[in-house]
């Protein structure tokens, strides 16, 4: 089955510590995205990349990297500067950047710091 | 800069009843028009979208939306809901942008169905 696969589901922190969240697709999609997810805030963007060794800020990239070696590999990882990074973290990719395409969702990794 | 306004946080509405969820979106230049739902725990999957043409779009799971440009909305309609339906729902906005990648969404609605 083709699809977006995110690891881990439940990722504890704790304060001062990075973590690295997994995101593999095998769509054979250009690019690729994280966001953020907050009770009632929707989604926001965190990174995205349009191709392989090329990745972008969004909206809210302090205290997060990325790296984009391969094609079906995204990792997000989340630094010590991030200062509240209690969230629910969902991985996304496309066929291209292009507006129409649609986005293809991972189940999603929830963090939380302790 | 472009903005999504979904203007109910949360719809209760009964089993078999019709249901709109409601979107009103803010940009100066063309958009592209999107749908997604979330079912609890889980990543978001395309109900539908709108790209150009006909202004109403059919989906799955049986909702549609309407594109009206001068009101600058596309609500979700759905004339009858199932217990399955019990979600949150997000509308996404798209508008080209020179350099940069502008895919808004709003702060989603949830639905739910009561039996």
């Known amino acids: 089955d083709g699809g977006i696969t995110q690891s881990p589901k439940y990722l504890f922190r704790k304060e001062g510590q990075n973590v690295t969240l997994s995101c593999e697709q095998n769509l054979n999609h250009d690019a690729m995205y994280w966001y953020r997810q907050d009770p009632g805030q929707g989604l926001r963007l965190i990174y995205y990349s349009q191709i392989v060794n090329d990745f972008q800020k969004g909206d809210i990239a302090e205290g997060y990297s990325v790296s984009r070696e391969k094609k079906e590999s995204f990792p997000l990882t989340v630094t010590s500067a991030q200062k509240n990074p209690t969230a629910f973290y969902l991985c996304a990719s496309s066929p291209g950047l292009a507006g129409g395409n649609t986005q293809y969702f991972g189940p999603g990794t929830r963090l939380t710091v302790l | 800069a472009q903005s999504v306004t979904q203007l109910d946080s949360q719809v209760p509405v009964f089993e078999e009843a019709p249901v709109e969820l409601r979107c009103n979106y803010s940009s100066s230049v063309s958009v592209y028009l999107f749908w997604y739902v979330q079912y609890p725990n889980q990543g978001l999957q395309l109900l539908l979208k709108y790209l ?17 440009k001068s009101q600058t909305s596309f609500h979700l309609r759905k004339p009858s809901v199932h217990i399955s339906d019990t979600a949150e729902y997000f509308c996404a906005v798209f508008s080209s942008g020179a350099g940069s990648y502008q895919l808004t969404f709003g702060k989603g609605t949830k639905l739910s169905v009561i039996p």
């Open chain 2, 52 to 68: 150009s043409g006909s202004t109403l779009v059919k989906g799955i799971n049986g909702f549609e939306a309407e594109f009206n």
